[in-house]
């Protein structure tokens, strides 16, 4: 057990929609991570934050976002939902954002568009 | 070109036998992670490292830093040690570092009893 917990495990939705994943990091933890596993792309990483402030993006679309609260858990927000974005994703944490930090990894939320 | 290359994609094994699974990369990184997934999908970090050698169990990861390569060894393999092994590097980035892994696309084992 990571101690990372990710919420919904699974969602299943339609083309067009708007869903809400959720992340609580380790205990101590105030660096977060969002990852995005397809099938063809591999992972990817989305967006760090740290400490409730974004702190670096990656190939993260437009119509995703993403917050880190004062309890520091955090959300990845999905719009207007395609096809595409069925994938799993995974949420990281790591105790501060350095690069020298191992991560702990959630069991993943698995989105499918219908 | 990917940026993290690794190999070989594909591996079947018999149980007991060494397994060695590689990782090269083409950037300036602060740090390489060995991750382990298994068909469930949940990913399971193995070791970090940014120079050296670290061993946990049966499990050893080698990284050259000049060379940018790295290496992980599965001693005495055993069928639960099948699933998908990637390995990822944090770059050196502008931000001081503050950006996420850069993954290979992962080695796929399969331990046969």
């Known amino acids: 057990d990571s101690g990372v917990t990710q919420t919904p495990k699974h969602l299943i939705t339609a083309t067009g929609q708007r869903v809400t994943l959720r992340c609580s990091p380790r205990?101590?933890?105030?660096?977060v991570y969002w990852y995005q596993q397809s099938l063809d792309q591999g992972l990817q990483f989305l967006i760090q934050?740290?400490?409730?402030?974004?702190?670096a993006k990656g190939n993260i679309l437009e119509r995703f976002s993403a917050q880190q609260f004062p309890d520091l858990h955090s959300e990845l927000n999905l719009s207007s939902l395609e096809l595409g974005d069925s994938a799993l994703y995974f949420c990281?944490?790591?105790?501060?954002?350095?690069?020298?930090?191992?991560?702990?990894f959630g069991d993943g939320t698995r989105l499918s568009i219908l | 070109k990917n940026e993290v290359e690794q190999s070989p994609q594909n591996l079947t094994a018999q149980e007991g036998e060494f397994i060695t699974i590689n990782c090269s990369y083409s950037?300036?990184?602060?740090?390489l992670h060995w991750l382990q997934q298994h068909p469930g999908g949940g990913i399971v970090s193995l070791f970090m490292?940014?120079?050296g050698k670290k061993k946990h169990g049966r499990l050893i990861a080698t990284i050259n830093i000049q060379e940018k390569h790295s290496s992980l060894h599965i001693t005495a393999s055993h069928p639960r040690d099948s699933a998908v092994y990637i390995c990822?590097?944090?770059?050196?980035?502008?931000?001081?570092?503050?950006?996420?892994?850069?993954f290979g696309k992962g080695t796929h084992l399969i331990i046969q009893p």
């Open positions: 990281a944490s790591s105790v501060g954002q350095g690069p020298v930090q191992p991560q702990h």
């Open positions: 205990s101590g933890d105030l660096s």
């Open positions: 934050y740290y400490n409730g402030e974004e702190r």
């Open positions: 950037v300036g990184i602060s740090a």
């Open positions: 490292l940014s120079s």
């Open positions: 990822a590097v944090r770059s050196i980035g502008s931000g001081g570092g503050a950006d996420g892994l850069t």
